[in-house]
C-alpha cells in the first residue's frame, strides 16, 4: 500500500506565498515522476508541475517564474512553492508520484487535495 499525504494549503491575499508538502509512504520500491495537478470549479484539471527521479522539470506556462518544484527522495517528499500567488491560481491542489511497488509495474498514486483560496 501506497498512500500521499499532502499538507500546506490556505487562505493567502494576492502576492502572498504557500508551500505544499506532499509525503509518499508504504511499500515503495523506486519512486519515478512526482508533481502536481491543481483543479478550479468548472475548469479542467491542469497539470502544473513535474520533477522527475533525476530531477528534471517542467512547469506550465501559466506558473513559471512564480512556482518552483522540488523533492527529497530520503524523505519520499515532493514540495511546491508558490510565490506571487495570483487570484487564478485559486484550486485544490493534487501531488502524484509514479511508484514502483511490486514486480515491475508502476502505478500513479494521488495526495487527498488540499485546498488554496487566492484572494484579491
Known amino acids: 500500500q501506497v498512500q500521499l499525504v499532502e499538507s500546506g494549503g490556505g487562505l493567502v491575499q494576492a502576492g502572498g506565498s504557500l508551500r505544499l508538502s506532499c509525503a509518499a509512504s508504504?511499500?515503495?520500491?523506486?519512486?519515478?515522476?512526482m508533481g502536481w495537478y491543481r483543479q478550479a470549479p468548472g475548469k479542467q484539471r491542469e497539470l502544473v508541475a513535474t520533477i522527475t527521479g533525476g530531477g528534471r522539470i517542467n512547469y506550465a506556462d501559466s506558473v513559471k517564474g512564480r512556482f518552483t518544484i522540488s523533492r527529497d527522495n530520503a524523505k519520499n517528499t515532493v514540495y511546491l512553492q508558490m510565490n506571487s500567488l495570483k487570484p487564478e491560481d485559486t484550486a485544490v491542489y493534487y501531488c502524484?508520484?509514479?511508484?514502483?511497488?511490486?514486480?515491475?509495474?508502476?502505478?500513479?498514486?494521488w495526495g487527498q487535495g488540499t485546498q488554496v483560496t487566492v484572494s484579491s
Open positions: 508504504g511499500s515503495i520500491f523506486s519512486i519515478y515522476g
Open positions: 502524484y508520484a509514479n511508484v514502483r511497488w511490486t514486480g515491475q509495474e508502476i502505478n500513479t498514486y
